[in-house]
T-cell receptor, first 111, second 116 residues
Framework: DQQVKQNSPSLSVQEGRISILNCDYT??????FLWYKKYPAEGPTFLISISSIKDKNEDGRFTVFLNKSAKHLSLHIVPSQPGDSAVYFCAASSNDYKLSFGAGTTVTVRA | DTGVSQNPRHKITKRGQNVTFRCDPISEHNRLYWYRQTLGQGPEFLTY????????KSRLLSDRFSAERPKGSFSTLEIQRTEQGDSAMYLC??????????????FGPGTRLLVL
C-alpha cells in the first residue's frame, strides 16, 4: 500500500521561475516529513524536513509547507536553477524510524 | 564527514548466485538503514540497525536476505540464491541515532544489482 503519493511524475519549469512539488499521505501517524533530491546513478540527497508541529520550514531557495488536515505537503523552489533538474522524493516517518517514500517527481528546469 | 559509502557500486550476477554488499556509514552514526529501489519507484525500507542490533525487518526481506552489522560500524547485506526479481538499486543510509526518530537519514550512492 502506497502511503505516500506524488501524483505528478514530472514537472517542467523555466529557469528563474518557481517549482512547486506536491505530496499526499494517507497515514495519520506520520509526523516527520523530508524531501530528497536524486541525480541519476547517485543516492538521494537530503534537502529539507519538517516536523508536524510546524506548517512551514524554509532553507534558502527551498520551502516546505505542511497541511496536516489535508495530509498534504509541498516543496517550493524559488528561483529554479538548471542544477535543480533531478528527481525529487517526498518521504515520511512516524515513530518507527523507517521512511516511506513517494514514487518521485522528475523536475526539468528549462533555460 | 566523508559521507555514506557503498561497495560495489555495480554488480552483475547470474540467477542462483549469492551476492554481498557493504555499507560504511558516516562516522559515529549509530543507526544504519537498508532500502531497495526499483525503476520508477521510491526507495522501500528493508531493515535497520541501532549500533549492532537489528531492530526491524520489512516483510520485503525474505529468508534469502540477511543483513549484519557486527561491530556497530559497517554493515553487509547478503542475498542468497539470487532471483531476477532481486534486480534493483540497494541503498544504505545512516543517521546519528541521538535525536529520536525525527532525524535526517543520509544516503549512500547505492549498489545497482542486475541478476541475469
Amino acid at each position: 500500500d502506497q502511503q505516500v503519493k506524488q501524483n505528478s511524475p514530472s514537472l517542467s519549469v523555466q529557469e528563474g521561475r518557481i517549482s512547486i512539488l506536491n505530496c499526499d499521505y494517507t497515514n495519520s501517524m506520520f509526523d516527520y516529513f523530508l524531501w530528497y533530491k536524486k541525480y541519476p546513478a547517485e543516492g538521494p540527497t537530503f534537502l529539507i524536513s519538517i516536523s508536524s508541529i510546524k506548517d512551514k520550514n524554509e532553507d534558502g531557495r527551498f520551502t516546505v509547507f505542511l497541511n496536516k488536515s489535508a495530509k498534504h505537503l509541498s516543496l517550493h523552489i524559488v528561483p529554479s536553477q538548471p542544477g535543480d533538474s533531478a528527481v525529487y522524493f517526498c518521504a515520511a516517518s512516524s515513530n518507527d524510524y523507517k521512511l516511506s517514500f513517494g514514487a518521485g517527481t522528475t523536475v526539468t528546469v528549462r533555460a | 564527514d566523508t559521507g555514506v559509502s557503498q561497495n560495489p557500486r555495480h554488480k552483475i550476477t547470474k540467477r542462483g548466485q549469492n551476492v554481498t554488499f557493504r555499507c560504511d556509514p558516516i562516522s559515529e552514526h549509530n543507526r544504519l538503514y537498508w532500502y531497495r529501489q526499483t525503476l520508477g519507484q521510491g526507495p522501500e525500507f528493508l531493515t535497520y540497525f541501532q549500533n549492532e542490533a537489528q531492530l526491524e525487518k520489512s516483510r520485503l526481506l525474505s529468508d534469502r536476505f540477511s543483513a549484519e552489522r557486527p561491530k556497530g560500524s559497517f554493515s553487509t547485506l547478503e542475498i542468497q540464491r539470487t532471483e531476477q526479481g532481486d534486480s534493483a538499486m540497494y541503498l544504505c543510509a545512516s543517521s546519528r541515532g541521538t535525536s529520536g526518530y525525527q532525524e535526517t537519514q543520509y544516503f549512500g550512492p547505492g549498489t545497482r544489482l542486475l541478476v541475469l
